[in-house]
């Protein structure tokens, strides 16, 4: 089955508890994004990879790392969380949508709470 | 950056008629849009999308209108079944980024 895979689901953590939140994707997708879900601002993007060891900012990347070594695993890192930092997570995954707006694949999210 | 914003934050429809879903985007220069439809506890699922040179596309139940002149694009669905109730947002895109906008809630009432 074609999805994107998400690791943990829900994570309570303190602040300045470096954290990692995997993402993973079984169809062969160049493209990866991280996205943060907050009430009243929608899905925002943090940081997104156009192919393996290729990363670029997104709207919203301060307070987070990514890294892009293998095709398929798009980690997203955060090296010293803080509270504003609590939100719901997105991971997707896409052939190319750049030029051709092939449509994304979301996971299901992680909720993480940064204490 | 681009913005893409939403007319109404809450929809309710009954059962069986059909739904329009409005959005309003500012940049210009988006190369497609996107609808996606959002189920509690889930991610974001692909519904339909548009390339900015059409002005129109249909699927399975849904439509989705693009009008270039006023920077408002609308999901259409047909005959609205319980089923279709969640979140729909519209995105869009260009360069390899995507912007999404609030998000609608539809609610189909039996």
């Known amino acids: 089955e074609a999805q994107v895979t998400q690791n943990p689901r829900y994570l309570i953590t303190v602040t300045g508890k470096k954290l990692t939140v995997t993402c993973s994707q079984n169809?062969?997708?160049?493209?990866m994004s991280w996205y943060r879900q907050d009430p009243g601002l929608g899905l925002r993007q943090i940081y997104y990879s156009m192919n393996v060891e290729v990363t670029d900012k997104g709207d919203v990347p301060e307070g987070y790392k990514v890294s892009r070594k293998e095709k398929r695993n798009f980690p997203l890192i955060l090296e010293s969380p803080s509270p504003n930092q609590t939100s719901l997570y997105f991971c997707a995954s896409s052939l190319d949508p750049g030029g051709k707006g092939q449509p994304q694949h979301f996971g299901d999210g992680t909720r993480l709470s940064i204490l | 950056g681009e913005s893409v914003g939403l007319h109404l934050p809450t929809l309710s429809v009954q059962e069986g008629d059909n739904s329009i879903i409005n959005c309003a985007y500012s940049?210009?220069?988006?190369?497609?849009f996107i609808w996606y439809k959002q189920e509690s506890g889930k991610g974001p699922q692909f519904i339909i999308d548009?390339?900015?040179?059409?002005d129109k596309r249909q699927g399975q139940r849904v439509t989705v209108l693009l009008n270039k002149t006023v920077k408002h694009l609308s999901l259409q669905i047909a005959a609205t079944q319980p089923g279709d109730s969640a979140v729909y947002f519209c995105?869009?895109?260009?360069?390899?980024?995507?912007?999404f906008g609030k998000g609608t809630l539809l609610t189909v009432n039996p």
């Open positions: 169809m062969n997708h160049e493209y």
């Open positions: 548009i390339r900015s040179n059409m």
């Open positions: 940049n210009s220069a988006s190369d497609y």
């Open positions: 995105a869009g895109g260009s360069n390899y980024k995507l912007t």
